[in-house]
């Protein structure tokens, strides 16, 4: 389904998997432009979080709405196919070069084992302070994912990821994610995950990785 303003027909493409994973994989060059789009990326962060926690006159979001849509405008122009974008380029794809979730900073990641943190900002909040469970599993689809792909960068899929929420995970505090392969099988890796604030376990996950054939989309 497309939105009004949504140029994905224009630039949508669909590239075999293994094609678009070795694009998605390799750093954008570090340029002025990457930069520029990188401190881009922040201010949209930024200001989802302020999004969600104001409450402007009715007045003030129409200003805002009139400024959202020339800025817009200006991205549409600038809108290029999916494989050539610099948006989730590059080994910390789910880091400061998007804004889908929290930024992972990594800190180790091999064949066995995946470890990164975070802090989630208001914006990742379900409510009360706690993070949207969604959220808490896109976290660990991501970590476990780059994990599957190990030090090969192989392209592989999520089959199924299962979550247990165990404990609050607390928005504005650092959150610590760890994932750990269990078990390899053919194309399959077996992938278990943990989320902690501190001592305390947040939230775990299993899941099943498969690497995808060529050709596959
Ligand atoms: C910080 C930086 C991060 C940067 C890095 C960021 C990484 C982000 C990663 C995100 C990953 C995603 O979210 S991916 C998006 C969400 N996932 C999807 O959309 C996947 C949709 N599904 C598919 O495309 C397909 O089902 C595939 C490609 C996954 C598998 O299809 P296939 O190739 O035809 O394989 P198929 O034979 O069906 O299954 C392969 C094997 O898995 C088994 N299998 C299949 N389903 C199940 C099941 N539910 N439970 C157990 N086993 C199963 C089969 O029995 C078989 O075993 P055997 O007989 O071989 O033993």
């Given at each position: 389904?497309?939105?009004?303003?949504?140029?994905?027909?224009?630039?949508?493409?669909?590239?075999?998997?293994?094609?678009?994973?070795?694009?998605?994989?390799?750093?954008?060059?570090?340029?002025?432009?990457?930069?520029?789009?990188?401190?881009?990326?922040?201010?949209?962060?930024?200001?989802?979080?302020?999004?969600?926690?104001?409450?402007?006159?009715?007045?003030?979001?129409?200003?805002?709405?009139?400024?959202?849509?020339?800025?817009?405008?200006?991205?549409?122009?600038?809108?290029?196919?999916?494989?050539?974008?610099?948006?989730?380029?590059?080994?910390?794809?789910?880091?400061?070069?998007?804004?889908?979730?929290?930024?992972?900073?990594?800190?180790?990641?091999?064949?066995?084992?995946?470890?990164?943190?975070?802090?989630?900002?208001?914006?990742?909040?379900?409510?009360?302070?706690?993070?949207?469970?969604?959220?808490?599993?896109?976290?660990?689809?991501?970590?476990?994912?780059r994990l599957a792909m190990g030090t090969?960068?192989?392209?592989?899929?999520?089959?199924?990821?299962?979550?247990?929420?165990?404990?609050?995970?607390?928005?504005?505090?650092?959150?610590?994610?760890?994932?750990?392969?269990?078990?390899?099988?053919?194309?399959?890796?077996?992938?278990?995950?943990?989320?902690?604030?501190?001592?305390?376990?947040?939230?775990?996950?299993?899941?099943?990785?498969?690497?995808?054939?060529?050709?596959?989309?």
């Amino acid at each position: 389904m497309t939105t009004p303003h949504d140029t994905s027909a224009q630039t949508a493409q669909r590239i075999d998997a293994m094609e678009m994973t070795k694009h998605r994989r390799t750093p954008a060059p570090d340029t002025p432009q990457t930069r520029a789009y990188i401190r881009l990326l922040e201010e949209v962060s930024n200001f989802q979080h302020a999004l969600v926690q104001a409450n402007p006159t009715a007045e003030a979001s129409d200003e805002l709405i009139a400024k959202l849509a020339s800025v817009r405008e200006t991205l549409e122009q600038a809108a290029v196919p999916e494989a050539e974008r610099l948006y989730a380029r590059g080994e910390l794809s789910g880091g400061e070069m998007q804004v889908l979730m929290p930024p992972l900073t990594v800190e180790h990641v091999d064949d066995h084992e995946f470890r990164a943190h975070t802090v989630a900002g208001e914006f990742a909040m379900g409510m009360n302070q706690a993070m949207h469970g969604g959220v808490v599993s896109v976290l660990f689809d991501t970590a476990m994912g780059r994990l599957a792909m190990g030090t090969e960068m192989l392209s592989a899929r999520t089959v199924y990821l299962t979550t247990q929420y165990r404990n609050i995970t607390p928005i504005g505090e650092r959150l610590d994610l760890t994932a750990t392969v269990d078990t390899v099988e053919g194309r399959k890796k077996f992938i278990s995950g943990q989320l902690w604030h501190g001592d305390t376990l947040c939230a775990e996950a299993d899941s099943l990785f498969v690497a995808v054939k060529p050709g596959q989309q």
